[in-house]
């Protein structure tokens, strides 16, 4: 194929490339198998397989590799192909559209004298030489996925990667050692290997000694030396100063020409090889430093008794165990009373240290816990001294530590005294008849005094075991007695119910006083354990209580607390939180809804549950409270959506319109929202019966809201209800809290009406507003009229007589939250708000989905105004 001068020039850099890219396509395509079995070797020998590997299983596995690359060599020559120029420009002609350079080399065959058709061909020539001169290198193709599918040039590559990062390239020069000549030359010369292994626990690496040039280097003392002499014995001799440790009895010396020489490096000192190729070395034996240990005689006291000490302990290498030996600090004990005989002889205590189970052990802190406070040691000044011990057996001990090793703290005085005086008997048992006397005059008259029944028995007895083996008491019948003792004052200090309700109180009020004060976090903790402690310590007097006496006042009250105990754990959590957070101020406010929780509770009991006109009167008001909130929603609905409303509500929202529909001429609009007495007088006489029994929303559900009332109608239905309910029995007549509740009630009346006229003028979210307001004191106003009640309660000796009054209706229905409704105080309204698996994350999607809406621009104006209201009061 000849070309035209012209098309050389433009082609001839394409053409180049493409050539280039033939030659690598076909050197890969014929000579991959080689350059796998070249890489796979170079791979082993990085390795260092040869210097491990016997020498006939090396030899042997060379001779493989050579064979193998061998024949891939040969096949790879007899199938490669030179490519040649024709080639790349045919591989070149082929990617361009119309095969312009074929075209550009041939001839025209017919009508060559003709002008015409000569003229055709010429421009028929010149778009060809334009399409040519377009042409592009083309890439080789390198892809070996059918030739090699099972990817050998890729392990073989990888392999040969890792080598180079792990392995090293100069070891593959030590093949050359393994011919027939170098392997006399060994056998005739002499040669040596050395070793320098760390101790283990040291984590360092083993050093070759062959490839340490430097005349000088560091390792630990224990660190053994291993050195290999190789040809004539004599040859080659060792000359140390590093070891002192003179050979086993039974065994001769080694001599310095031995072939083989182990020892441990003991001290500095150095190391020489003489003879051919002999070296020597400047070694420096760094000793292992001995633990170090520290604690601290100020501890917290824990609510428990129990020890917790931190410690800090370091090592070069690592601690691997440490105690802690705690005795008596016989000149700092105040010998008086029970301590003033001689002590009976009692071995120290020892506690393992806790060590980290994985991490760094040279530097950690740690604290040891344990609870001693059934030892005789406890609450008695001692000595605690620390130490550690590393890998070596070295022992770090620190200065002994002076302090009184906490103890269980009994608050209850008989059983602050059970305890010493059990202290005493396992201090000496010479103090056995003293302390049966002591206890005979505590169990003398024990009213007033011994306030638990079951614990006084349980003293007797143990009084009396002690008593006949006061002279001749045993050690083992000594340790029984002081278990016994020990359960005794922990059950009186426990108490029974009422002195659960007690402490229960005292932690109440001390956390409480410690939140409004801005205590101490530290503080805040401590109490808030004690909190926690005192709840559950309380929940089990009742329960046990009300196993004792099923028919009595706990075992009323405890099926009371059944319905909230997952409400009192939330409670707790969530004032935890609160408390880690630094919001005070809602933390203060939760506590205050935990006491009225819990002081409802204790009158929670009727006369057979079933309530009074003002417990009538409070299911009321929470039913006007759950109406309200479903004419929120529909408002709230009625402001996204316009017009879908339509006043059309579902049949179940029937409340309140008896009061409506009865209404006479002479109720005005412009009336605040109370509209009791002008309701009122156009009722039916068994209706004002009713009303003035605090019952008027019986019946005020049989008729019904029904279809087509508009939201305003709604409204005002809800506030001529509100002014029935308001003129009724409600509880707590001439008391502070009734009065409040009275005035609140008065608030949400106005809220009422002031909703009403908005609707009325179209302001839906005025309305809103407005209707949150009437919530928000209609809540109030029933928190106080609940506590009106549980006083009236408590002052007509009705504790635990009168039905729960915050418990909630189980056949009620639901809110819109989910919660369920109660008869009235905290726990109907409020303590549902805490009820549910995840009450948090539902109130966070309900305000991030408020966010999301209100960041919507295609929202109306009022809508997201109103939306924007809602988060900046929660």
């Known amino acids: 194929m000849t070309q035209p001068p012209d098309l050389t020039k433009q082609l001839k850099r394409p053409v180049a490339l493409t050539l280039a890219g033939l030659w690598a396509e076909r050197l890969a395509r014929g000579f991959w198998p080689l350059t796998t079995v070249l890489l796979a070797t170079l791979a082993a020998l990085a390795f260092g397989i040869q210097d491990t590997a016997p020498l006939w299983a090396v030899r042997a596995a060379l001779a493989l590799a050579a064979t193998a690359a061998f024949i891939t060599a040969y096949l790879g020559w007899r199938n490669f192909q030179k490519p040649t120029p024709r080639d790349a420009l045919l591989r070149l002609d082929a990617t361009l559209p119309g095969r312009p350079i074929a075209t550009l080399t041939d001839t025209q065959a017919i009508g060559a004298t003709d002008p015409a058709s000569q003229a055709v061909w010429a421009a028929h020539q010149q778009r060809m030489a334009r399409a040519a001169a377009t042409a592009r290198a083309v890439a080789p193709n390198l892809q070996l996925a059918s030739r090699d599918p099972y990817g050998l040039r890729y392990i073989a590559l990888t392999a040969f990667t890792v080598a180079l990062i792990f392995g090293s390239i100069f070891r593959i020069a030590s093949v050359a050692g393994l011919g027939p000549t170098q392997a006399a030359a060994l056998a005739n010369g002499p040669s040596w290997e050395g070793w320098v292994q760390p101790p283990p626990y040291t984590g360092k690496p083993a050093l070759y000694l062959n490839d340490i040039t430097r005349p000088e280097f560091e390792v630990p003392t224990g660190s053994r030396i291993q050195l290999r002499f190789y040809g004539e014995v004599g040859a080659l001799a060792l000359e140390q100063t590093v070891s002192t440790t003179p050979p086993p009895v039974d065994q001769p010396p080694v001599e310095p020409t031995a072939p083989a020489q182990d020892f441990d490096i003991t001290q500095s000192g150095t190391l020489a090889i003489t003879g051919p190729n002999g070296r020597s070395w400047a070694i420096i034996a760094t000793r292992d430093a001995p633990p170090t240990i520290t604690g601290t005689a100020e501890l917290e006291r824990q609510t428990d008794g129990s020890l917790q000490m931190p410690f800090t302990a370091t090592d070069d290498f690592g601690v691997t165990a440490g105690t802690a030996t705690i005795a008596l600090d016989m000149p700092a004990i105040d010998r008086r009373y029970g301590l003033a005989a001689t002590p009976e002889p009692t071995a120290p205590i020892t506690l393992d240290l806790p060590i980290p189970i994985s991490g760094q ?66 201090w000496s048992r010479s103090n056995a008849p003293r302390a049966a006397q002591i206890f005979k005059a505590i169990t003398n008259r024990p009213e007033g005094l011994i306030r638990n029944e079951r614990a006084y028995l349980q003293l007797r007895v143990a009084l009396r075991r002690l008593d006949t083996q006061a002279k001749t008491l045993s050690i083992e019948a000594r340790d029984e ?285 005025g309305a809103l507003d407005r209707q949150a307001d009437a919530m928000r004191a209609l809540r109030e106003g029933m928190r106080n009229l609940g506590e009106a009640q549980a006083q009236d309660q408590r002052e007509n000796g009705q504790d635990g007589q009168g039905e729960a009054v915050g418990r909630a209706d189980p056949n009620g229905a639901r809110d819109p939250l989910g919660r369920e409704p109660g008869d009235g105080a905290r726990i109907g309204s409020d303590r549902n708000l805490l009820q549910g698996d995840d009450v948090y994350r539902r109130a966070q999607d309900l305000l991030d989905e408020i966010r999301r809406r209100q960041g919507e621009q295609a929202r109306p104006e009022t809508e997201r105004d109103y939306l924007r209201r809602l988060l900046d009061m929660y």
């Open 361 to 426: 052990r040279t530097d950690f802190t740690e604290t040891l816990v344990d609870d001693l406070s059934k030892h005789v040691f406890a609450n008695l000044p001692v000595t605690i001294t620390l130490s550690a011990t590393d890998a070596t057996g070295q022992q770090g001990t620190a200065a002994p530590l002076n302090l009184i090793l906490p103890g269980k703290r009994f608050f209850d005085p008989v059983a602050a005294a059970v305890i010493e005086l059990r202290r005493d008997l396992l």
């Open 481 to 765: 007695l002081a278990d016994a003792l020990w359960d005794i004052a922990v059950l009186m200090e426990a108490g029974d119910l009422q002195s659960a309700r007690e402490r229960l109180k005292r932690a109440q009020d001390q956390l409480d006083e410690a939140i409004k004060n801005g205590a101490d976090p530290d503080e805040i903790d401590k109490l808030m354990q004690e909190l926690r402690e005192a709840m559950d310590d309380y929940m089990r007097q009742l329960a046990e209580e009300a196993e004792r006496n099923p028919d009595g006042e706990a075992a009323n009250e405890q099926n009371s607390m059944e319905m909230t105990g997952d409400q009192l754990q939330e409670m707790l959590q969530e004032l935890q939180k609160l408390l880690e957070e630094g919001r005070m101020e809602e933390a203060a406010e939760l506590m205050e809804m935990l006491r009225q929780l819990m002081e409802n509770m204790q009158v929670t009991q009727g006369e057979g549950g079933q309530g009074g006109p003002g417990q009538q009167a409070m299911r009321d008001l929470g039913e006007t409270l759950r109406d309200q909130q479903d004419l929120s929603d529909d408002s709230f609905s009625e402001l996204q959506n316009p017009g879908e409303q339509g006043g059309e509500q579902p049949g179940d929202q029937g409340e309140g319109q008896q009061g409506e529909g009865q209404q006479g001429e002479g109720q005005q609009p412009g009336q605040d929202g109370q509209g009791g007495e002008q309701g009122q007088g156009q009722q039916s006489e068994g209706q004002q019966e009713r009303g003035q029994n605090g019952q008027a929303q019986e019946g005020t559900g049989q008729q019904g809201e029904g279809s087509g009332q508009s939201l305003q109608d709604r409204q005002r239905g809800l506030r001529n209800r509100l002014g029935l309910l308001n003129g009724g029995n409600l509880p707590g007549a001439g008391s502070e809290a009734g009065e409040a509740g009275r005035r609140a009630l008065e608030d949400v009346g106005r809220a009422m009406r002031e909703a009403e006229r908005n609707l009325e003028s179209g302001d839906l979210p």
